[in-house]
T-cell receptor, first 115, second 112 residues
Framework: NAGVTQTPKFRVLKTGQSMTLLCAQDMNHEYMYWYRQDPGMGLRLIHYSVGEGTTAKGEVPDGYNVSRLKKQNFLLGLESAAPSQTSVYFC??????????????FGPGTRLLVL | EDKVVQSPLSLVVHEGDTVTLNCSYEVTNFRSLLWYKQEKKAPTFLFMLTSSGIEKKSGRLSSILDKKELFSILNITATQTGDSAVYLCAGLTQGGSEKLVFGKGTKLTVNP
């Protein structure tokens, strides 16, 4: 079991460029989440999905889009990157719909630098 | 607005000391309180607390939840340099999304 994996590990973008971050999990989890982590801010939820084909906004969704076409994958898109999106992005997954299985498991993170 | 506050934000101790990390929360549709340890990379799960007053233990780490006063503590006894990390506390909401609301973390440094 690889758990939760993220690609790429690190990326540098210029302002206005677009990119997609990929999250994959092999635990057959229903729920998936995207967070960003900035110094002194903790982890903040960007978007989440409670099942294949569904997505919803989290705390800081502006400037991002997501898709969950397959249960095991959750994609985070930046259409026009801005320096304010420089951050470390974490993906997580869980079986939150099942009592006692709400623990979220995190991927290793993607470090994004927008110049 | 949901809020999780951790204190202290930073703590420096010597090996062998005992530390207590604090977490208070105001989370609507609260279900559970989770603790994570974050070293260089991904947060790793430590505890999930759902019932008040029941201590959970794992080696030198223990944690307890008080749902009346809306707080939790994480204790680490006989600290080691390997305990140096950021400890994150998060409130879990219920109601179809099971979202986590994170605090800013406590950075623990254990010196030899």
């Amino acid at each position: 079991n690889a758990g939760v994996t993220q690609t790429p590990k690190f990326r540098v973008l210029k302002t206005g460029q677009s990119m997609t971050l990929l999250c994959a999990q092999d635990m057959n989890h229903e729920y998936m989440y995207w967070y960003r982590q900035d110094p002194g801010m903790g982890l903040r939820l960007i978007h989440y999905s409670v099942g294949e084909g569904t997505t919803a906004k989290g705390e800081v969704p502006d400037g991002y889009n997501v898709s969950r076409l397959k249960k095991q994958n959750f994609l985070l898109g930046l259409e026009s990157a801005a320096p304010s999106q420089t951050s470390v992005y974490f993906c997580a997954s869980s079986n939150g719909h099942l009592a006692g299985q709400e623990t979220q498991y995190f991927g290793p993170g993607t470090r994004l630098l927008v110049l | 607005e949901d809020k999780v506050v951790q204190s202290p934000l930073s703590l420096v101790v010597h090996e062998g000391d005992t530390v207590t990390l604090n977490c208070s929360y105001e989370v609507t549709n609260f279900r559970s309180l989770l603790w994570y340890k974050q070293e260089k990379k991904a947060p790793t799960f430590l505890f999930m607390l759902t019932s008040s007053g029941i201590e959970k233990k794992s080696g030198r780490l223990s944690s307890i939840l008080d749902k009346k006063e809306l707080f939790s503590i994480l204790n680490i006894t006989a600290t080691q340099t390997g305990d140096s990390a950021v400890y994150l506390c998060a409130g879990l909401t219920q109601g179809g999304s099971e979202k986590l609301v994170f605090g800013k973390g406590t950075k623990l440094t254990v010196n030899p």
